[in-house]
């Protein structure tokens, strides 16, 4: 019988399609303070700071090609069907553009906007101004992004699927922002057998069984190809 897979990514396997990483020398949070446009408090105090961040990082993403691990996972998904799923911890549709077709964005999606009245979520592609509203609903909107302090999306879902999971891979993650963090370690205690693919490998991390070292365009698609 087909294994059941489920892959956590994270911003390593956008950066060699030219995505900054959030902690890598010249990271993200090199450049931007996080309590200035990642926070709810940040979103309070100065809205148009925080919308004309993100706005700043939607306008860029068409310069930027999904890479051969976003492509792999596709075609991983393709193959094993509904016994794979995809959780990003990423904003940007690479995955999207490379071909998968459900993608769990955990931490939200620099694609879409959500009105603070209900939470009504809606695809935006242009800039988002202090008069942009909710085409549903009329009220006003914020970027579709989980902030530090917020609860991460589709975590119900994703425990079900961690738990019933043969092997657990998470790539080109730093693995040090919770929950995702912690995936492995729960995946593990359900007994998935647990992979990591990244530049930089864990040392003796007691929840990892198996390391691959490398850039994810080179490890992921001959992982991936190999996934029986
Ligand atoms: N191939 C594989 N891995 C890579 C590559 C590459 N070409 N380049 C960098 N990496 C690895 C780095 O070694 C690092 O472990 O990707 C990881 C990136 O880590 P972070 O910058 O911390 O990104 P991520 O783990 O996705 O951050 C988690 O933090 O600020 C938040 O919400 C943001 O979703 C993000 C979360």
Same mark, same amino acid.
């Given at each position: 019988?087909?294994?059941?897979l489920?892959?956590?990514?994270?911003a390593?396997?956008?950066?060699?399609?030219?995505?900054?990483?959030?902690?890598?020398?010249?990271?993200?949070?090199?450049?931007?303070?996080?309590?200035?446009?990642?926070?709810?408090?940040?979103?309070?105090?100065?809205?148009?700071?925080?919308?004309?961040?993100?706005n700043?990082?939607?306008?860029?993403?068409?310069?930027?090609?999904p890479?051969?691990?976003?492509?792999?996972?596709?075609?991983?998904?393709?193959?094993?069907?509904?016994?794979?799923?995809?959780i990003?911890?990423?904003?940007?549709?690479?995955?999207?553009?490379?071909?998968?077709?459900?993608?769990?964005?955990?931490h939200?999606?620099?694609?879409k906007l959500? *009105?603070?009245?209900?939470g009504?979520?809606?695809?935006?592609?242009?800039?988002?101004?202090?008069?942009t509203?909710?085409?549903?609903?009329?009220?006003?909107?914020?970027?579709?992004?989980?902030?530090?302090?917020?609860?991460?999306?589709?975590?119900?879902?994703?425990?079900?699927?961690?738990?019933? *999971?043969?092997e657990?891979?998470?790539?080109?993650?730093?693995?040090?922002?919770?929950?995702a963090?912690?995936?492995?370690?729960?995946?593990?205690? *359900?007994?998935?057998?647990?992979? *990591?693919?990244?530049?930089?490998?864990?040392?003796?991390?007691?929840?990892?069984?198996?390391?691959?070292?490398?850039?994810?365009?080179?490890?992921?698609?001959?992982?991936?190809?190999a996934?029986?």
């Amino acid at each position: 019988m087909r294994k059941r897979l489920v892959v956590l990514t994270g911003a390593g396997i956008s950066a060699e399609s030219g995505l900054r990483t959030f902690r890598g020398n010249d990271g993200m949070w090199e450049h931007e303070n996080i309590e200035d446009v990642c926070t709810p408090d940040a979103l309070r105090r100065d809205p148009k700071r925080v919308k004309d961040f993100y706005n700043f990082l939607r306008k860029g993403l068409p310069e930027h090609q999904p890479n051969a691990a976003h492509i792999a996972l596709a075609k991983l998904e393709e193959r094993l069907g509904d016994k794979f799923l995809l959780i990003t911890q990423n904003v940007d549709d690479l995955h999207e553009r490379g071909g998968s077709k459900n993608v769990l964005h955990m931490h939200g999606d620099l694609m879409k906007l959500r *009105c603070t009245h209900a939470g009504h979520e809606f695809e935006f592609r242009g800039e988002e101004t202090m008069d942009t509203r909710c085409p549903i609903c009329g009220s006003p909107v914020r970027p579709d992004i989980v902030f530090f302090g917020e609860v991460p999306l589709y975590m119900e879902e994703i425990q079900d699927a961690l738990r019933n *999971c043969d092997e657990f891979a998470y790539i080109g993650t730093s693995s040090v922002v919770y929950p995702a963090a912690g995936f492995k370690s729960f995946a593990k205690s *359900c007994g998935a057998k647990v992979t *990591c693919l990244n530049l930089e490998v864990p040392e003796n991390d007691p929840y990892t069984d198996v390391v691959i070292e490398g850039k994810a365009t080179e490890v992921v698609p001959k992982w991936a190809e190999a996934f029986e």
